[in-house]
């Protein structure tokens, strides 16, 4: 019982281990990138990325306080408008649960026909994931 569980958690280490360094470079790669962004815009015309970054008499709402009430504004049109299409196609298709409405739609939506070979789906690390990908690629070039 003691070694399964040790080989539990010797096979979670390297996955955590591969999330935090994924999740770090995503991370780092979007911070430089909306770093890299805002040093052309300063670049570019500092006296109007000074003028942005503050209200004035010509400009009385700075640029960030203009950008939040618009994303606001923004995801309250997404979320209501696309809230309001659901319940039309949901009243529409006269459906009373989840488990009709999926009923409906699977009869209504063509079929997928499932591949004879679906390809390897078990891989134990992204190396061996990339290596299978540039294997394949190969066999359907000689093909």
């Known amino acids: 019982m003691d070694e399964n ?3 539990l958690e010797l096979k ?8 935090s360094f994924l999740l ?9 990138g909306f770093g890299m962004a805002l040093a052309m815009a300063k670049k570019r015309d ?3 990325f000074f003028k942005g970054m503050m209200p004035t008499k010509e400009l009385p709402e700075s640029g960030g ?24 196609v949901w009243k529409m298709m006269g459906v ?23 390809g390897r789906s078990d891989f134990k690390s992204v ?7 540039i294997d394949e690629s190969e066999k359907e070039k000689k093909n």
């Open 5 to 7: 569980k040790e080989t």
């Open 12 to 19: 979670k280490k390297p996955k955590l281990l591969e999330t």
């Open 24 to 32: 770090t470079v995503t991370g780092m790669s979007v911070i430089g």
């Open 46 to 48: 500092p006296v109007y």
């Open 65 to 88: 306080s203009l950008a939040m009430r618009a994303l606001g504004w923004g995801t309250l049109y997404a979320v209501s408008g696309f809230s309001v299409f659901c319940f039309g």
């Open 96 to 118: 009373k649960n989840l488990e009709e409405f999926r009923l409906k739609v699977g009869n209504v939506l063509p079929r997928i026909p499932k591949s004879e070979n679906p």
């Open 127 to 133: 190396r061996e994931l990339m290596n299978y990908i």
